[in-house]
Structure formats: structure tokens, C-alpha cells
């Protein structure tokens, strides 16, 4: 369904990811793993075309995602939660999400939509009327979800879901991913803890310094060498 080939970004002179491949299938869960600055946001910005990107093929279904642009993305089935969640800290819960609704197909389904993410997120009704920034980090996060899938999207990608949030909100945001996933929605998301990230993947990619140096399933990867002695400590 998406389909990354020999990606590059640069900052001005500055390379910071190197010919990397990725695909995410329908219906996957998929995860981009590496310590902090190995690249993984850029690899996200750069699909939605956020970051200076040069790729041999960057697609979506039949669409050229290089050829789109940014805000043209989440009509064609592409959501991205950005790093740090950017909610509009003054609008209420529903305002932000209903911002998540503005193209035009999204719109059409908006009130079936709503009604969608509030199931998953029962809180969201509850404090609809709340500002967004009196909400607690795992809160914000979630609306942050909850708004990206206002507009439908058959790929979320989240960049890094769990940062800064207590054991607690992780399980919370942990069984939404997955609920979401089950409702048919594939999912490509960053996170350091690799353990954490491939309980809950079908497949992982690991980046140092802007490079893949290893790929496969949750279970080929939490049993490598190199995950168990460097990211696990075994
Ligand atoms: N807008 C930018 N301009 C210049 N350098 C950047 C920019 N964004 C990220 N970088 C650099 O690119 C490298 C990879 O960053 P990033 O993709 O954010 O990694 P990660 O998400 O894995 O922490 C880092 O060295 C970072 O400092
Ligand atoms: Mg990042």
C-alpha cells in the first residue's frame, strides 16, 4: 500500500537518511525504531513531504506521493500525527477534532466519524467542551490520534505515540493502536523503546545514523544479536 524506495533526505548539506527502502501493507502495524536523531521523523516528514526528500518511489496505492503535495495527502488516505502532538491548545477537544475533517470527503462523514473516535476514546466526549491544554500529555495524544483520524485515513502514521507519557497512558494509547488497527486502519509509527514498539507490530525497521540495519517481523527482530545486545541489553 505504501511503498518507500532508496530514500534520502538532506537538510541543506547535511544527509541525514540514506537509501532507505519501506513498504507498509494494508492492515499492518509497522514501526520505525533507532535512538534519538537516527532519522526516523525525517523519514515520516518526508513521506507527507514535510521534510527535503529525493526517493526513487515514493507511493500510496496508485498515488505519486512525490508529486503531491502536503496538503493534499489526508484526502488520499494518509494521516501523520506529528512529534509532540500540535493541538490548538485554545480550541476545545471537538474543535480540534473536527479540524481533522476539512476535506472534503472527510466532511461528508464527519458526524459517523465522530461518533467512531469517541468509542475509541470515550474521554473525547466527556471533555468536549474542555481546551485542549488543560488536558494531561496522554490526553492530548489521544485527541492528537483522534484527530488525525477524523479524516478517515486507511494509513496513521504517529510519530513517536508514547513520548513523555506514564506506564499507565502508554497501555492506554497500547490497546488503541491496536483497536484501531483492527478496525482496518494500517499504522506506521517511530518509537525508541523497541521492545515496546514491536509488541505491537507485525514488522519493525531499526535506523542508526539515517540507515535501515535491520528489518523483519517483531519476533526475528527481538531475537537478532543486535537488538539483544544493544537495545536489550541481554
Ligand atoms: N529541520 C531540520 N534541519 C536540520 N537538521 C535537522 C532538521 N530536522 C532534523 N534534523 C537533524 O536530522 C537528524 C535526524 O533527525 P530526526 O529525523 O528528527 O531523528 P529522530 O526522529 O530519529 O530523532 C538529526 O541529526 C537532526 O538534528
Ligand atoms: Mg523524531
Redesign the pocket.
Known amino acids: 500500500m505504501l511503498e518507500v524506495r532508496d530514500l534520502d533526505v538532506s537538510?541543506g548539506d547535511?544527509q541525514?537518511v540514506w537509501g532507505i527502502d519501506l513498504t507498509v501493507g494494508p492492515s499492518e502495524v509497522v514501526c520505525i525504531l533507532?535512538p534519538?536523531?537516527?532519522?526516523?521523523?525525517?523519514v515520516l516528514n518526508a513521506i507527507t513531504g514535510l521534510a527535503p526528500r529525493k526517493a526513487s518511489a515514493i507511493t500510496f496505492g496508485d498515488a505519486d506521493l512525490l508529486r503531491i503535495p502536503t496538503y493534499e495527502i489526508a484526502r488520499r488516505g494518509i494521516a501523520h500525527v506529528l512529534e509532540r502532538r500540535r493541538l490548538f491548545p485554545t480550541l476545545t477537544v471537538r474543535q480540534n477534532l473536527l479540524l481533522g475533517a476539512y476535506n472534503p470527503d472527510a466532511k461528508r462523514h464527519r458526524a459517523e466519524t465522530l461518533a467512531w473516535v469517541e468509542t475509541l476514546f470515550p474521554f473525547l466526549e466527556d471533555r468536549h467542551n474542555s481546551p485542549a491544554r488543560v488536558l494531561s500529555g496522554g490526553q492530548q495524544q489521544m485527541v492528537a490520534i483522534a484527530r488525525g483520524l477524523m479524516s478517515r485515513p486507511r494509513l496513521l502514521m504517529i510519530d513517536e505515540p508514547f513520548l513523555g507519557l506514564s506506564p499507565l497512558m502508554v497501555d492506554e494509547i497500547r490497546t488503541v493502536i491496536t483497536r484501531i488497527n483492527a478496525d482496518g486502519v494500517a499504522i506506521l509509527f517511530?518509537e525508541q523503546n523497541v521492545e515496546l514498539a514491536l509488541s505491537l507490530s507485525h514488522r519493525g525497521y531499526l535506523l542508526e545514523s539515517g540507515r535501515v540495519v535491520l528489518t523483519g517481523t517483531g519476533e526475528e527482530m527481538l531475537g537478532s544479536d543486535l537488538v539483544r545486545t544493544v537495545y536489550l541489553g541481554v
Not at 534519538?36 to 525525517?42: C, P, V
Open positions: 537538510y547535511f541525514v533507532g534519538n536523531g537516527a532519522g526516523k521523523s525525517s517511530n
